[in-house]
């Protein structure tokens, strides 16, 4: 067997992306390890969204190249690629900054894994790289699942975004918007399923932009095929999907958070900006009262949805009175949690030649804006304190005897309680809420046919 560290940055699908990539290389006899020092292959699965994302890329290869010049002082070899965004974006100047790495590839190309890494293994030592866009399709080209992601797991739907607001490498990085057709996200789901999740987080860059072939011909919604998974894989006891755009919340959406009881109360829906000015530059298509009505529609079909976004702050030109239309937009909605960054520069993205707001101007405002939406996580937080709710527990914790799972709202719940209740709904009541988690009390398990009677009468049996 040879020994494969996979290292991942950024988002979901990049989690998502790292796991595909073991199932490639899986039946060419690598299996994955804990720690990079002693690997036969290491894969840096990048990000690029923001500056810091590259740089750290480059520190870790710094790392990395000592290891890799130990195992070729023992006469071994250690082949160094980095995939993802960040190698789609620079592709060779990888290679002509850090002589280390061996194989450059982007999100696009890992199918071809097994094709790269015979290259790159080869005795002459040639550099790969494959940043292209190909006409075939990755999904139909990637093995089944080799191994279960566990009780939550993620499931890329729909990759690529036609979007191109002004100041983001995804159209560029991700390259066009795709869908899968709905029979594979339907097969796939199945095999999760029986492998064991109970919980799938549905992906994509814009995910509610789905639109992939149904079994009828017609393309179908994201409302649509929530739908489906909710009738047709019944062991899916919980749906989520992410990142969703608020320009593409459609009627089907709307009625799926109406009427799906699997469909989570909690919704990443990024923002970005309060101020209508601010996002037009940035090319949303969208108002800030816009985003108020779609808030107000979603909260009509689920009066308990929770929310969260992605602000960015500083971005070119914004003002005093623009920033402060951001924290009026926050204070009217009310997020149970969310993501803000100051605004940074990615090359070749039409932002980056505008007037740059000043480092110290962009340091303020997030903290003023992270202040306020700390606020809310906290407020959001304390007001599930007593409250009842059902918690898919996923893990051990960290103490004995502790295991962890989330509640509807994503929220990390830890619960002292049987190892058995893992894969399962239970009920718990909210018994203290922490910085970072809440401590819950399980009072009665759900999905579980043989016993009804309260969980804490079966744990002292
Ligand atoms: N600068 C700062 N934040 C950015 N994001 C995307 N591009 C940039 C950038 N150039 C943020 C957006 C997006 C999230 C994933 O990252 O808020 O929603
Ligand atoms: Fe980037 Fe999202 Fe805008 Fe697409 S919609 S360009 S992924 S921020």
């Not at 979007?163 to 490498?169: A, R």
């Not at 009427?259 to 109360?265: A, D, G, S």
């Not at 993205?349 to 030649?353: D, E, G, H, L, R």
């Given at each position: 067997m040879k020994r494969l560290y996979i290292k991942t940055y950024g988002c979901q699908m990049n989690v998502y992306d790292s796991a595909r990539m073991a199932d490639v290389l899986a039946p060419h006899g690598y299996a994955p390890v804990d720690a990079p020092d002693d690997a036969d292959m290491i894969i840096l699965n990048t990000c690029h969204i923001r500056e810091k994302a590259a740089e750290k890329v480059y520190s870790e290869i710094g790392r990395l190249r000592p290891f890799k010049r130990r195992k070729e002082a023992n006469g071994d070899r250690m082949i160094i690629a980095v995939g993802g965004c960040v190698g789609q974006a620079e592709g060779e100047e990888i290679i002509a900054r850090a002589d280390c790495v061996d194989m450059v590839f982007g999100p696009q190309t890992f199918h071809r894994l097994p094709e790269l890494v015979a290259r790159a293994t080869r005795a002459s030592g040639e550099k790969v790289v494959d940043i292209e866009f190909p006409a075939e399709d990755k999904f139909d080209h990637l093995p089944e699942e080799a191994s279960s992601q566990g009780v939550s797991a993620f499931l890329t739907i729909q990759e690529g975004c036609d979007?191109?607001?002004?100041?983001?490498?995804v159209p560029y990085t991700r390259g066009a918007e795709q869908s899968r057709p709905v029979a594979a996200v339907i097969a796939e789901a199945r095999r999760l399923a029986a492998s064991g999740s109970r919980e799938l987080t549905l992906l994509g860059q814009n995910v509610n932009a789905y639109h992939g072939r149904g079994p009828d011909g017609t393309e179908w919604t994201l409302g649509q095929l929530l739908f489906e998974l909710a009738e047709s894989v019944p062991e899916i006891e919980r749906l989520r999907y992410t990142t969703s755009h608020p320009r593409d919340v459609d009627d089907s959406l709307l009625a799926a958070h109406r009427?799906?009881?699997?469909?989570?109360?909690y919704l990443h829906l990024p923002v970005q900006s309060g101020s209508d000015r601010v996002l037009a530059a940035m090319n949303r298509k969208h108002s800030a009262d816009d985003y108020r009505r779609i808030v107000d529609r979603l909260r009509a079909a689920r009066p308990d949805l929770a929310l969260s976004s992605d602000f960015i702050v500083g971005y070119p030109g914004e003002t005093d009175q623009e920033f402060a239309e951001t924290l009026r937009l926050v204070t009217d909605i009310g997020y149970a949690q969310a993501y803000s960054f100051k605004y940074s520069t990615r090359p070749g993205?039409?932002?980056?030649?505008e007037h740059q707001v000043p480092a110290a101007v962009k340091d303020d405002r997030l903290s003023s804006l992270q202040q306020l939406l700390r606020a809310q996580q906290t407020a959001f937080n304390q007001s599930k304190r007593g409250a009842e709710m059902p918690v898919l527990f996923e893990r051990r914790g960290r103490y004995d005897g502790q295991i962890l799972g989330r509640s509807p709202f994503m929220q990390p719940v830890h619960a002292e309680a049987p190892e058995r209740l893992i894969g399962t709904i239970a009920t718990c009541r909210i018994v203290d809420v922490l910085n970072n988690s809440l401590k819950g009390e399980v009072l009665t398990v759900e999905a579980e046919s043989a016993v009804d009677q309260p969980v804490a009468e079966r744990v002292r049996a």
């Open positions: 979007k191109f607001c002004t100041f983001c490498v009427e799906l009881p699997q469909l989570m109360p993205t039409p932002a980056a030649t």
